[in-house]
């Protein structure tokens, strides 16, 4: 029997048991191969008694092995008390040690601390003593090395010069306790201005010739008396002079050549540029070492040589611009040249892996494009000048409607062409920066082109009143066509406008994108160099065209992007009203007929007055009506069966019917009819009275015309279905017959027919 299982942590006395009394069973099996019934109940009572038996036996030798173990724990007691006492003894014995030690080393420190003092002020006075002795040797030194400094000034020695100097310069520090010493460090100074002004003529030829030898022994000399900052201004000054003489070359040269030629100077004189930054960088290298700083010279240089130029470069592309008509595309010369530059700096800093300065890439940044910014700001008014010039060339008007609405299809052509090159040139001369402004001189643009539709809208009107006695004649289908044409005209320019407007605020993102990332670019742009406040300004304007784009839709900001919301509710008007010229000229011919419907005072004879309704025949205008309604779609289909999806568009913009699934034919189809029963509901309503064959009569009318409409798949509105009833209806049973009918139209026919209401 296993008992070491007792004492583990996931001890199970079933499961113990269990496996136990298997395998009990496992070694006595004798009883269960021989087939006795009842061999298992007598294993587990033999198992019980055995296993039971020495548990108990186990037991015993647990409580004896606790008894002997409690039996030499109360024998050791004592000793272990013994013990304790004593390492308690010994405890206190060494704090008290421990304590005379530490009265000791205090003894010690205060008898040795005055000594220690006593030792620091001797070693002080001996430091000052030894200062003071090297003053005086200095001092009695001093005005030796004045003599002979004095000496080697009058031999032109620079070399003996700059050694002396360094001598007073050290003795000068050694001097620093002796009183008078300003006065001596003044005069080091003045040494030092004597030096410089004696290097100074040959160190500016020096630089001016590129002599790396003779460089180099300057930079020595001047770094021993600590004028290295007055040297590379020496040699910023004489590289800004070579420069500043090689602009007034570029110009004379300039001044000599064809026009063409001279638009060029920019570039010539900042290749010359490059190509002289590049030969410094290395000449620097070589010169003045490794130091960071003195290597970014040349790039220093520039950026104090480009505002300082005389003439000016603003001033001279003035002088251009006034006897150049090409203004703009000259300012794009000129913008290029600056961008190329720009481009080309970048690349040289990129490939050697010149780093500049935040500061000194602002500052540099700032050389190249500030005079630039005047033509940022004069731009939208030269890009408006040129597009109103481009304009009023092509605003012409037109004797014929045709020729009217053909030419205002190739100005909107125009139009857009001329815009979207303004963009370029705005891309190109301002990098955008000047877009929004640009932008809010475009509306002037954009309404004159809505004057020329306009003007056009008056034209096919008038043409329309002209051709008024000429019913079903050529002329009218051929104005429904120029009508139609300046639909899809008008659907032209609407959709250039929303292409034009997504391009406008994609490149207004675009910029603002820019604009915020500039300050952590580490090339030079020209993003970094306009000025914070007008920065604000732009990004402000961006700001608000997006509001006004959310306000313009809110649910679908990508109908209308807001730019030019004023633009498309003049066009929504023009859409409206070229359609409404549309069903003038088909309701003209209707209106025409209406026009001679009459009371037929004629039937209203006696013997006529009882007459069936079948012997009345429709009368001629009506006939003549329904005429025309039938040929109708004939005329309309060849137009509109299979409209282009300008025209569809058009369409859809001017009556929400033409957004359904049905060809627009039928449906121009039926708003003519439903006005021409509009019309002829108004021209009924204006009969003062009407006897019971006139009344007959007009019903056959209405009946005619609705069989007419129903044969177009149309129906009569229903107002006339109502007058048709109320003139059908007898006298004795008008009143009932009336019921559902508008009670205006009930009372109208009702005094028509002169019947006596009952109420």
Not at 275 to 292: I, L, N, R, T
Request: hydrophobic share 40%; charged share 20%.
């Amino acid at each position: 029997m296993d008992i070491s299982t007792l004492s583990g942590d996931s001890f199970d006395a079933v499961d113990w048991i269990n496996d136990n009394f298997k395998k009990y069973c496992d070694e006595n099996s004798s009883a269960a191969t021989k087939g006795d019934a009842g061999a298992g109940d007598i294993e587990a009572v033999d198992f019980i008694n055995t296993y039971v038996s020495k548990l108990q036996l186990y037991v015993q030798q647990v409580n004896y092995a606790v008894e002997e173990s409690s039996h030499e724990l109360v024998a050791n007691l004592p000793r272990i008390v013994k013990d304790v006492k004593a390492l308690h003894s010994d405890v206190r014995e060494l704090q008290g040690r421990m304590l005379e030690m530490r009265q000791e080393v205090a003894a010690v420190q205060e008898e040795t601390g005055d000594c220690m003092a006593t030792l620091e002020k001797l070693n002080t006075k001996q430091t000052k003593l030894q200062a003071a002795k090297e003053s005086l040797q200095e001092s009695d030194g001093w005005g030796k090395l004045l003599s002979e400094l004095e000496d080697s000034f009058e031999r032109n020695d620079l070399k003996s010069v700059c050694d002396k100097i360094s001598a007073l310069q050290k003795s000068l520090q050694a001097q620093e306790q002796l009183p008078g010493h300003e006065e001596r460090k003044s005069q080091v100074e003045d040494f030092k201005n004597r030096l410089e002004a004696l290097a100074s003529p040959s160190l500016v030829q020096c630089f001016a010739e590129g002599s790396v030898e003779q460089a180099q022994r300057y930079v020595r000399i001047f770094e021993t008396i600590q004028r290295k900052a007055q040297l590379l201004q020496y040699y910023r000054a004489v590289q800004k002079t070579a420069l500043q003489q090689q602009w007034k070359q570029t110009l004379e040269i300039q001044a000599t050549e064809t026009a063409g030629q001279q638009q060029h100077f920019l570039n010539l004189f900042y290749d010359q540029l490059l190509e002289h930054c590049q030969k410094q960088v290395k000449w620097c290298s070589q010169v003045f070492g490794a130091d960071v700083e003195d290597g970014l010279q040349p790039f220093m240089m520039l950026a104090e040589l480009l505002p300082a130029l005389q003439p000016s470069r603003d001033n001279h592309i003035l002088q251009m611009l006034k006897t150049c008509n090409e203004r703009l595309e000259l300012l794009q010369q000129f913008a290029h040249a600056n961008h190329t530059f720009v481009l080309q700096l970048n690349a040289y800093l990129e490939q050697s892996s010149i780093k500049l300065s935040p500061d000194l890439r602002h500052q540099l940044g700032q050389s190249i494009y500030e005079y630039f910014h005047k033509f940022i700001q004069q731009y939208p008014r030269l890009e408006e000048t040129h597009l109103s010039t481009q304009v009023d060339k092509v605003l012409v008007s037109q004797p014929h409607a045709s020729d009217a609405v053909r030419h205002l299809r190739d100005i909107t052509n125009k139009l857009f062409d001329w815009l979207h090159e303004s963009l370029g040139r705005c891309a190109n001369i301002t990098s955008d920066l000047a877009l929004c402004k640009m932008i809010n001189l475009l509306g002037g643009i954009f309404k004159r082109l809505l004057e020329q539709f306009s003007k056009t809208q008056r034209q096919l009107t008038l043409n329309i009143g002209s051709n008024a006695n000429n019913l079903n004649t050529d002329s009218n289908w051929s104005m429904l066509q120029y009508t139609l044409a300046l639909l899809e005209c008008l659907a032209d320019y609407h959709q250039k406008l929303q292409k034009f407007e997504k391009t406008l605020q994609e490149r207004l993102l675009q910029l603002e994108h820019k604009l915020r990332e500039s300050p952590q670019t580490t090339s030079i742009n020209i993003y970094q160099t306009f000025e914070s406040g007008e920065q604000q300004r732009i990004l402000s304007a961006i700001a608000e065209f997006q509001q006004k784009r959310l306000e313009a839709n809110p649910d679908n900001p990508t109908a209308n992007l807001g730019i030019f919301s004023n633009i498309y509710e003049s066009l929504k008007t023009f859409f409206c009203e070229t359609h409404d010229i549309t069903l003038s000229i088909l309701l003209q011919p209707l209106e025409s007929h209406l026009s001679q419907i009459q009371p037929p005072h004629q039937l209203q004879q006696g013997h006529m007055q009882d007459m069936p309704a079948f012997s009345f025949a429709p009368q001629e205008c009506i006939t003549q009506i329904g005429q025309y309604l039938l040929t109708l779609p004939q005329h309309l289909e060849p137009l509109l069966l299979a409209p282009s999806a300008l025209l569809k568009m058009a369409l859809e913009m001017c009556h929400i019917k033409y957004a359904q699934p049905i060809p627009s034919a039928d449906i121009l189809l039926s708003l003519v009819v439903a006005h021409c029963c509009v019309l002829y509901q108004s021209q009924i309503l204006q009969i003062k009275s009407l006897s019971n064959a006139s009344s007959k009569q007009l019903a056959v009318d209405i009946e005619y015309l609705s069989s007419v409409v129903e044969e177009l798949g149309l129906t009569l509105n229903a107002s006339l279905q109502q007058i048709l009833t109320l003139l059908k209806a007898s006298p004795d049973n008008y009143l009932s017959l009336s019921a559902g009918c508008e009670p205006r139209l009930v009372m109208a026919i009702r005094q028509m027919r002169n019947i006596i209401s009952t109420q």
